[in-house]
């Protein structure tokens, strides 16, 4: 009787241990196809139950290729940081050092009047009504928010994401603690789940373990638009998701009100959030920027989380966190393929003709290895990706090709004509700008900024 409990413990045990091998394993091979795809060079933990079941790092810490990434190399991680600050707003609420309902004109007295009208909350919420701002000292920050006359919406009725609202909610802490924000992060958000990082290059220069990003063809971004953003490693970003979630850092009511979104096509403070009966079943969160990019997903089923660091950034972190979740499943997975926007939008920059023979080869050629599910869509971005820079003749040529790829796509043929329309007001081609708002609105009639733009174009003084 006894050998066979035993026997019966031993298979057990070993179907155990092999599903948790088998499952490793899998993980381990779409990373590795990941890495070989070149659309993932970064650091992952994914954990399942509370426990890390795979930790690895792919790649190279940057553009010269000289290096390998560890655990230790550390990275900014774009909108996630957003965490920090709403975070720290709800401790000093659970303090009772401020209500939500507080105006901010409460906190910070140099600002015109409409800060009268803003409470905290609309903060969190990014429903201040404040427009898109993005600055690099406070005092640049303090000079554009002195020079808005006008909100624009009343608080609490529409959505801007808008960094202004993350700035004021840094500002309210400071002055209600008298520290520095990192003081802050440091004395009150870092201690309880053993954060290590948190670092800000000084003068453009990268600490040892702070890992440089890059495009796809090895061009160094590292500051292309600034660097004062804090550096975190992936254990430091996951011991923050995993404490957020064991209420350690602050309480299930707080953690449920920066889950709240304006409307079902925002986010939240957190990000991307799903509550039902007042219990958090998923978490998800990007944030890019330079070429960094990070993701984390969280899903109460079975306390799974996954959590993604790249230096170089593939658009593709969401798709890989899917795949793995597959595999935590047991079900089938896929490899995510090469975005095309990111590997034309540069060389199509550099030098358009060979820009556009790249496409047309990787078109007829590397359908296995790209990802061509959106073309439209990334061929309209890329477009905008040219306007930005204003080379607006190279924008036209590209997004008449996305009216061309799918003629069944009425909306992105729509969206591609504006777009062409903007580039031909742009250029002083006042005719043909008409004459593409129009087909913009041929082919979709709802298309409300053709029709608002003709309008304006049209209209007799």
Not at 243 to 250: F, N, P, Q, T
Not at 358 to 377: L, S
Request: proline content about 2%.
């Amino acid at each position: 009787m006894k050998q066979k409990l035993l026997l019966s413990f031993l298979i057990f045990y070993c179907s155990f241990v092999y599903g948790q091998t088998s499952k490793e394993k899998r993980i381990d091979s779409l990373m590795k196809a990941a890495n070989e795809r070149g659309i993932f060079n970064g650091n992952i933990i994914v954990s399942e139950k509370g426990k890390i079941v795979y930790q690895s790092e792919f790649g190279f810490t940057d553009y010269k290729k000289d290096k390998m990434l560890t655990k230790e190399s550390s990275m900014p991680i774009g909108s996630i940081v957003k965490e920090l600050n709403s975070t720290g707003i709800m401790l000093l609420v659970e303090k009772d050092n401020l209500k939500l309902e507080d105006k901010i004109s409460k906190h910070i007295t140099n600002l015109p009047k409409w800060s009268n009208e803003i409470q905290i909350k609309h903060l969190l919420q990014y429903t201040s009504g404040l427009p898109r701002i993005s600055k690099n000292t406070d005092t640049e920050y303090y000079g554009e928010l002195n020079k808005i006359g006008k909100l624009e919406h009343i608080p609490g009725t529409g959505y801007i994401y808008s960094n202004a609202n993350v700035f004021l909610q840094e500002q309210i802490i400071k002055r209600i603690t008298n520290l520095s924000y990192f003081e802050f992060c440091k004395k009150y958000l870092f201690s309880v789940p053993k954060i290590n990082g948190g670092q800000i290059p000084k003068d453009s220069t990268l600490l040892s373990n702070m890992a440089g990003s890059f495009d796809n063809d090895y061009n160094e971004t590292t500051f292309m638009h600034g660097g004062g953003e804090m550096y975190f490693t992936i254990n430091d970003l996951y011991n923050w998701e995993k404490c957020l979630h064991s209420d350690k850092m602050i309480n299930k009511k707080s953690l449920i009100t920066l889950s709240q979104s304006f409307d079902d096509n925002s986010e939240s403070s957190l990000g991307n959030v799903k509550i039902d009966a007042g219990k958090i079943l998923q978490h998800s969160h990007q944030g890019s920027g330079n070429n960094y990019e990070s993701f984390i997903e969280y899903r109460l089923e079975n306390d799974i989380l996954i959590v993604l660091m790249t230096n170089s950034q593939n658009f593709k972190l969401n798709a890989i966190s899917e795949s793995i979740f597959n595999i935590l499943s047991d079900k089938s997975f896929t490899i995510p393929k090469k975005s095309i926007y990111l590997d034309i939008r540069g060389k199509l920059f550099d030098n358009f003709k060979s820009g556009i023979f790249f496409y047309q080869e990787i078109k007829a050629k590397q359908k296995d290895k790209y990802d061509f599910t959106n073309e439209v869509a990334d061929l309209i971005n890329t477009g905008k990706y040219l306007m930005r820079r204003n080379r607006f003749d190279d924008a036209i040529k590209i997004l008449q090709i996305s009216t061309l790829t799918d003629l069944k796509n009425t909306n992105g043929i729509s969206n591609a004509c504006s777009l062409i329309a903007e580039c031909y007001l742009k250029t002083d081609n006042k005719n043909l700008a008409v004459l593409y708002y129009k087909k913009a609105i041929e082919f979709d009639p709802t298309n409300k900024t053709a029709e608002n733009m003709l309008k304006e174009m049209t209209e007799v003084k």
